[in-house]
């Protein structure tokens, strides 16, 4: 790791390897694998199935109790492979947006946008797909991909989700936008050989549309994509986009992943600049001032959550919002 304002060049442990000038120092110690020079360690980190999460602070929970219930949606996104593992692959998606970093948290989880946002996508899909030929077979997985996004409210109600102490959440379960991709028929031979069929049937049953790390984290386990949140300013945000191979499954798994990312999250696709314009509006409406407070009650008692935690609610609730900024001052309040 070479620092981009002097050059000094760090080993991957954060030991200082080279200064390029290191005469005029005199007796001070900077010299390679000085103590006193290399990069700080983060007072904390750990890993969760080879996903890394880092703080800075030495206090707090452990990560396995901040993730919570949450190990279960990761533990979905990684067992979708054969094999039990996913590797980065494909690049970055890195889009600068216009808004608050909480727009896109409060959005992954938002099913009462789609029908409404989405139409200029999903209406045409939705026509495409009714004129093709009878008999037409073919997977056709950009109109799969689209047409769900005008699903109806029963719909997105129906598909459920779970909101969690320290802000996650899951968006769907039950069902999401995502439970009628047709898939490789190798995919599936391939799950049954590496996990068995009844867990394989499991695993690919349980659909989410998103699940959230809060505050910074997304992820897509049917489609195998991760998004990182890295706030700029108060009203900029740069959001990533990784994606990930499933070991041992079929290239057409990947190349699914890849489709799904061009068309929906690229600014060059034709669903995400939807959202990233909607957030614009937004961030530019919430300086009117008024009115003072946003409407946030919508399924004002989800009821008593579950025994690990987690709550059960509609996929339209905004209880998914209400977990977010009680998080949120929960944090805020910590000093
Ligand atoms: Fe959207």
New binding site residues.
């Given amino acids: 790791m070479r620092c981009g304002y002097h050059g000094w060049i760090y080993g991957l442990d954060g030991a200082l390897r080279t200064v390029p000038a290191q005469k005029g120092y005199g007796d001070r110690p900077v010299k390679p694998g000085a103590c006193d020079y290399g990069m700080a360690p983060l007072p904390g980190f750990a890993a969760y199935r080879g996903f890394v999460f880092g703080r800075l602070t030495a206090d707090g929970p452990s990560l396995e109790q901040w993730l919570g219930p949450l190990t279960g949606s990761i533990d979905n996104f990684i067992d979708r492979s054969p094999e039990g593992a996913v590797e980065v692959a494909g690049g970055v998606l890195r889009y600068d947006h216009a808004c608050n970093w909480k727009f896109f948290m409060e959005?992954t989880l938002?099913a009462l946008?789609?029908m409404v946002?989405?139409m200029s996508a999903a209406r045409p899909a939705r026509a495409v797909a009714a004129a093709l030929p009878e008999g037409d077979n073919a997977m056709h997985f950009e109109l799969q991909a689209l047409a769900p996004?005008t699903a109806s409210y029963d719909f997105y109600d129906s598909m459920g989700g779970r909101v969690m102490p320290h802000g996650h959440a899951d968006l769907g379960g039950r069902a999401s936008i995502h439970s009628d991709y047709a898939s490789d028929e190798t995919y599936w031979q391939a799950m049954v050989d590496g996990h068995g069929a009844d867990k394989a049937a499991g695993i690919l049953s349980l659909s989410r549309n998103n699940s959230i790390a809060y505050p910074s984290l997304m992820f897509k386990a049917p489609v195998q994509l991760l998004r990182v949140v890295r706030p700029v300013a108060v009203d900029r945000t740069i959001i990533e986009t990784w994606h990930f191979r499933l070991k041992g499954a079929p290239p057409s798994m990947f190349h699914r992943t890849i489709a799904y990312s061009t068309m929906v999250n690229s600014s060059a696709g034709m669903?995400?600049p939807?959202?990233h314009e909607?957030y614009r509006r937004m961030q530019a409406g919430l300086k009117a001032g008024q009115p003072e407070w946003i409407e946030l009650g919508r399924h004002a008692d989800p009821g008593a959550p579950d025994p690990d935690g987690a709550t059960q609610v509609e996929g339209t609730s905004d209880a998914f919002f209400r977990g977010q900024f009680q998080a949120w001052r929960d944090l805020m309040e910590v000093a």
Wanted: no cysteine; proline share 8%; hydrophobic share 35%.
């Fill in positions: 959005n938002d946008h789609p946002v989405h996004f669903v995400g939807d959202d909607m």
